[in-house]
């Protein structure tokens, strides 16, 4: 390489080899300038008009008596971002170096430290030193990447402490030689532990500080580290785990951790079906829920089965060494798991947890235990000076590292959310955990909004189909605001009828690459709480302007069908439209309009019609091989003042909720047709795998357990098999049957169509070759995108680059996958919070059905209220017989009784508090009874709870269907 200076030009000609051998001369050109400013207020040199750096800055630090401003390095900012968060770090010069280096280093604390930037609270300013002609530095001979930035770093603060005379400028480095040498060239310098705690007006500070374990040389055959024993065994480098990774001879996947048992996990392996089994502390090799991990196949003879034990981490210590070599001894099954052990981390997946800390046997402890709420991570080691204070209290912290020696990782305190068991704190809790994006949406976003009042533009008019003629009207569950779709039937004059689904035309107010539509990428979908919305779009979209509300016009994208007596699709069209819905109605009251003989109206009879082909739909849809699985749903009755549960029941479904879903079904799988025999390539489709055979191994053994032979060689036959698993003295039966088949499924996922062979396209559950989602753009993005694919299919909108490039597409599929299936489990983390709630002062006696049997504890359904819990099959009373676990039949036996899957029992359901920071609903036997372990039964209660239905039905659970 060689450089020629040319004043404010630096010219870098590289010489490099190309694949096919050849020699490239490539030029790049480096242009300096002496017109990028200081920034600061202070400065009256520089002609600059908004300086984001105050002019008298504060110093909070004792080691600098003077006002200063800050310079980072590369690694304070990536491991030490908390800290900067904090609102005593102002006045910081973020270096042009520092910045690229991050970006290119953490995404995530990229976005973070732009956020901190565009806080004009705290003056944090951007300086652009690698095009300043005084603080551009040239890369020395044989001088690493790394060295040549921190010299710059050094430049640029010797720079700004000569421009600036009458601020200090202090450069914050955890980098020891780095320091040193800022110190011997007159540059004020300190670790970012010395600088905090010279932070004596913000003492809580210095709990955020990461511990970041500096690598340390070791034998690796040795079992001592630095003094300590060693724990875990040494991850392999990277270079060794990417060859062996292409020779085949290790693995790369992702790690997922057991919430039933924190010493066994499973990893799943890309293009493989099945996944790799790992057990015991030194197998799992510190990785944490989500890594990308490098392992290595066991031999067949080490290979072992899942433990039917649950089991939990009950160690108080931090640094309890002997536990992590206390591995659980496998389960006794015949049929053993392809096993193997974890040698190395590819990418780390650490976040910010929210969890409790451990209360601590030695009270002048600073080293503590803190306890995350995912029961798939670790427990991790922090140290805090506010043990007293943060006791009851749910916290977020950050993982830093893992050492070989520790038992937990290590990680630092971040921040307090509130009181354990308060409402807010614990919704907070669950949209943290699910990383659920809730914060309000931004002056960027709210500035695309239309201007109110809005009403349809006269172009609009011109270039849509005007429907309003029609008796369009909408069917929703109560109290819904964000209507995304209506419906219409009538009789056409060749006696066929002509159908209609109507959606929300959100694509015309979210308009392709603005705020609002990266806003609404970034969420993917609407999250539904019990006692809020997290919307995807603004409110003003989602609840007014484009929701099919029946109190004026609204713009909509028509599917229009023209179908037999029979439900037979004899055509079908897509068109941009302009509706006014009729009525906007709830299930009732759509059912109620359908079975009262006396409503004889338009739009009474296209219910009607609408109800007699939805149920021709589904019979075809059956007849073909979708599945009918089964899930609980419960809704709850909220307090108007408390916002407290002070009902829980589960959802009855009636015929008008299999109305809407029929044709909504028969709308996505039309529109998937259309887009992918327009867009071969680029179609955003829905597609369900089928599960493999293993996962359908406890589904098989449980019906084999009362007699039944589960065909499971396809879909349709799986169906066939579940409708005749009848057992007509337990009716309950053949739903817990569908609950378990439920949970043998695949996720359902979103993908670009020229990723994937056609033959893969198949929706599973569903039974249909091919299928996307179009009809709830206001809560689901993969509707916008559906939505713009066909409104270019159909001519009534222009592509744009984005839409039509695969990989982009793919990428984005991605993210709504993860937001998806997110929002799912937040929703339903609100339900047991709100269960929770509402048991909290209630004890009583309900019947429940046996799920599952383990060798500790059985799992016990409730459907009266969905709920599913544990019996622990553990007893201090000596009196109590020993539990018998059969593990073949899956089965426990104490003394005379028997429980086996599917047995009804009564149990006594109440608020476990022995942990007043981790509070659970907990199931005790009331019958049958065991003498030393059932417990008496709950004297009845001469009126029922609050709010509830004695007569309420004790088996309507949701009939399912995976979209």
């Known amino acids: 390489m060689s450089i020629k200076h040319c004043n404010m030009l630096r010219t870098k000609i590289f010489i490099k080899k190309t694949k096919k051998g050849g020699i490239l001369k490539v030029v790049r050109e480096h242009y300096l300038r002496d017109d990028i400013f200081c920034g600061s207020q202070n400065c009256r040199s520089c002609p600059q008009e908004k300086c984001s750096l105050e002019e008298f800055p504060q110093s909070l630090s004792s080691l600098v008596h003077k006002n200063h401003y800050i310079i980072l390095d590369t690694n304070v900012v990536l491991h030490q971002i908390d800290i900067l968060e904090h609102e005593s770090i102002k006045n910081v010069i973020m270096l042009q170096t520092v910045l690229e280096e991050v970006r290119h280093r953490s995404s995530p604390v990229h976005k973070r430290i732009r956020d901190i930037l565009s806080n004009s609270d705290k003056h944090f300013y951007t300086f652009v030193n690698e095009f300043h002609k005084d603080t551009y530095v040239e890369r020395l001979p044989k001088e690493s990447a790394n060295d040549r930035n921190d010299r710059a770093i050094r430049v640029a603060a010797a720079w700004y402490k000569s421009h600036l005379t009458a601020t200090d400028i202090v450069l914050i480095t955890n980098d020891i030689e780095n320091r040193n040498k800022a110190r011997s ?205 943060l006791q009851g209290q749910r916290l977020v912290v950050s993982i830093d590292s893992w050492p070989l020696h520790s038992r937990y990782p290590q990680g630092h305190f971040v921040r307090k959310l509130g009181e354990v068991g308060d409402k807010e704190t614990e919704c907070e809790v669950l949209l943290l955990e699910h990383d659920v994006p809730h914060s309000s949406f931004s002056e960027s976003v709210l500035s695309f909004l239309p201007k109110v009042p809005w009403s349809i533009p006269e172009e609009e008019l011109k270039v849509r189909s005007d429907l309003r003629h029609l008796d369009v009207c909408s069917v929703d569950p109560p109290g819904c605001t964000d209507i995304d779709d209506a419906l219409h039937c009538r009789l056409l004059e060749n006696g066929n009828f002509e159908v209609g689904v109507h959606i929300a035309d959100v694509t015309y107010f979210i308009r392709p690459g603005n705020a609002m539509d990266k806003e609404a990428a970034n969420r993917g979908t609407t999250v539904y709480l019990v006692d809020r919305r997290i919307d995807m779009v603004p409110e003003l979209l989602s609840s007014n302007l484009c929701s099919l509300r029946s109190d004026g016009d609204r713009l909509a994208f028509s599917c229009i069908w023209e179908l037999s007596a029979n439900a037979q699709i004899i055509s079908v069209k897509f068109m941009k439209s302009i509706i006014r819905s009729k009525a906007s109605l709830t299930y009732a009251e759509a059912q109620m309009i359908i079975d009262d003989p006396g409503r004889q109206d338009a739009l009474a009879g296209g219910l009607r019609q609408l109800n007699v082909l939805a149920k021709q739909l ?53 529109v998937a047709k259309r887009i992918h025999q327009e867009f071969p390539r680029v179609a955003c489709l829905r597609r369900h795998p089928p599960p493999p055979a293993l996962n359908y191994e406890p589904l098989v053994k449980a019906a084999a357990s009362k007699g039944f032979d589960l065909d499971i060689s396809s879909g349709k036959a799986l169906a066939d098999s579940l409708e005749t698993a009848v057992i007509p003295d337990n009716p309950y039966f053949n739903t817990m049957l569908r609950i378990q088949a439920t949970r043998c499924m ?218």
């Not at 359901?909 to 009331?926: A, F, G, P």
């Open 185 to 389: 060239e007159g540059i004020k310098s300190y670790t970012v532990q010395e600088y905090v705690q010279s932070i004596e007006k913000y003492p809580e500070l210095v709990d955020k500080v990461a511990q970041i374990e500096l690598e340390r040389k070791h034998a690796p055959d040795a079992d001592i580290y630095d003094g300590r024993r060693v724990t875990y065994p040494e991850h392999l480098p990277l270079s060794a785990l990417q060859i062996g990774i292409k020779a085949g001879t290790y693995y790369q996947g992702t790690f997922h951790a057991s919430r039933e048992n924190y010493l066994e996990a499973n990893i799943g392996i890309k293009d493989q079906e099945d996944m790799v089994f790992v057990q015991g502390h030194a197998h799992m090799n510190r990785a944490v829920e989500g890594d990308i991990v490098a392992i290595e196949i066991l031999p067949t003879n080490q290979w072992k089965c899942p433990s039917s034990m649950m089991l939990e981490d009950q160690t108080q210590a931090p640094d309890d060494e002997e536990a992590a070599n206390d591995d659980l001894a496998a389960g006794t099954h015949s049929h053993k798991l392809r096993t193997g052990k974890v040698i190395g981390i590819i990418k780390r997946n650490w976040r910010q947890y929210c969890g409790i800390l451990q209360s601590s046997f030695r009270k002048d402890s600073t080293r503590h235990l803190f306890v995350p709420a995912e029961r798939k991570i670790p427990k991790i080691c922090i140290e805090t000076r506010q043990a007293v204070q």
């Open 618 to 670: 589904k019979k075809y849809r059956k007849e073909q091989g979708a599945l009918t699985l089964a899930s609980p749903e419960v809704r709850f009755h909220i307090d108007s003042e408390t916002h407290d549960p002070i009902d829980i029941h589960t959802k009855n479904m009636i015929d008008t909720n299999s109305m809407v879903e029929e044709f909504m079904l028969l709308a996505n799988i039309s």
């Open 746 to 963: 695949m996720q359902a996922v979103y993908f670009c169509s020229g990723t994937l062979p056609e033959s893969d396209f198949m929706h599973y559950g569903l039974a249909s070759p091919i299928y996307t989602h179009f009809t709830s753009p206001i809560r689901r993005y993969a509707d916008i995108l559906v939505h713009r694919l066909l409104a270019a299919a159909v001519g009534a909108d222009a592509t744009y680059p984005d839409l039509l490039e695969m990989k982009k597409l793919q990428n984005i599929c991605n993210n709504i996958n993860f937001r998806h299936r997110m929002g799912q489990y937040a929703g339903r983390a609100s339900v047991a919070l709100h269960t929770l709630l509402f048991f909290r002062n209630r004890v009583v006696d309900e019947e429940g059905y046996i799920l599952f049997v383990r060798k500790n504890a059985l799992q016990v359904l409730i459907p009266k209220y969905g709920l599913e819990g544990t019996v622990w099959l553990k007893s201090e009373n000596p009196e109590c017989p020993e539990f018998v676990f059969n593990e073949e039949e899956y089965s426990q036996t104490a003394g005379a009784a028997q429980f086996c899957l599917f047995d009804p029992v009564t149990v006594q359901i109440s608020i476990d508090s022995s942990n007043i920071q981790h509070q659970k609903v907990q199931l005790k036997l009331v019958k049958p009874e065991i003498h030393g372990f059932s417990v008496p039964a709950v004297a009845p209660s001469s009126t029922p709870p609050p709010g509830f239905d004695t007569e309420a039905s004790q088996h309507t659970i949701k009939k399912q269907r995976i979209e």
